[in-house]
């Protein structure tokens, strides 16, 4: 079983578009959307929800005003920093300081630190007509994004395990954060999906040092190359140097779009289309070479 992650140094390449098509033309697959902090993969593959899951991301913790004693403690003892004195005298914890390390829960003498376990993370494993794909919702604010995208990836590995598929297809997220670097550990394939613009080269250079610092095999697809033949070229050179294969140059087609509004791929879409062909073209290729 081969694993290939989908990424892009930023958002608006593409990314989803060009995996789920992928994905329709995988046959024995398993399908997981690593992009937990904004998933969209479901919108194409429009999932049946036969498991879902709570996955806890930290700790909310607050001061009750009314039984503390203001001695002082919790702020002496918070390495954070996170405990701030309001003007009346009294103490509020700032959330985004708050690493939730509960200490001053514990030595409170007032009992007035609450510590609750923040619940509002959710992720899922579901049927599709592509095939199962697990997949993941973050709740408004939440942390933890690269430890939900390891449990999803981890349950997607259990799935493929039992079941024989040939391949784990996961839709990573843009950028080079968290759950980007826990959607590369241990994969065999990276294929970086890249519009022709200024930001486009510089994300995708960040994203290719990320990779390569995996020791990771990258390959990648110029998304909407018509819109842009200077920096097209620029790409091509830049991914040359790195010996980093270009599998495809997609043209841009407003029928990428029209097909997401109506919940296909572009292959369902138009199979005929240039597109459909060149992402053909491009799954035979990485199956030959991943498979
Ligand atoms: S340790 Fe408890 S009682 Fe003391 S200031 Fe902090 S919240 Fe108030
Ligand atoms: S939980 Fe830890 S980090 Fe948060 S306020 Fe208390 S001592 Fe500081």
């Known amino acids: 079983m081969k694993e290939i992650t989908i990424l892009s140094g930023k958002g608006g390449t593409g990314k989803t578009s060009v995996t789920a098509a992928l994905g329709s033309l ?70 985004l300081k708050c690493e939730g390390c509960r200490l001053c829960e514990r030595i409170c003498p007032a009992n007035a630190i609450l510590a609750e376990e923040n619940k509002n993370n959710h992720w899922f494993v579901s049927s599709s007509r592509f095939g199962p794909l697990v997949h993941a919702k973050m709740g408004i604010g939440s942390e933890n994004s690269g430890k939900l995208v390891t449990r999803v990836r981890q349950k997607a590995k259990e799935i493929a395990s039992g079941s024989d598929s040939r391949f784990i297809i996961n839709d990573g997220p843009p950028g080079i954060g968290c759950s980007a670097i826990a959607s590369l550990s241990g994969i065999n394939t990276a294929l970086i999906v890249i519009e022709p613009s200024k930001s486009g080269l510089h994300d995708a250079q960040r994203l290719i040092e990320l990779i390569q610092s995996f020791k990771i095999e990258a390959c990648a697809i110029i998304n909407k190359y018509t819109i842009n033949d200077a920096f097209t070229s620029q790409i091509e ?55």
């Open 26 to 95: 995988a046959g024995n697959a398993v399908f997981c959307d690593n992009d937990v902090d904004a998933a969209d993969l479901h919108l194409i593959f429009q999932p049946e929800i036969n498991e879902a899951y709570t996955f806890s991301s930290g700790w909310n913790v607050t001061i009750n005003t009314t039984k503390c004693t203001r001695c002082n403690s919790c702020l002496d003892y918070c390495r954070f920093d996170a405990i701030r004195t309001m003007s009346d005298g009294g103490f509020v914890i700032d959330p």
């Open 237 to 291: 050179k830049y991914l040359e140097i790195l010996s980093i294969p270009v599998l495809a140059k997609l043209p841009f087609d407003k029928e990428m779009v029209l097909a997401m509004t109506e919940g296909k791929t572009i292959i369902e879409y138009n199979p005929e289309s240039e597109i459909s062909q060149k992402i053909t073209h491009v799954w035979e290729g990485l199956a030959r070479k991943t498979g």
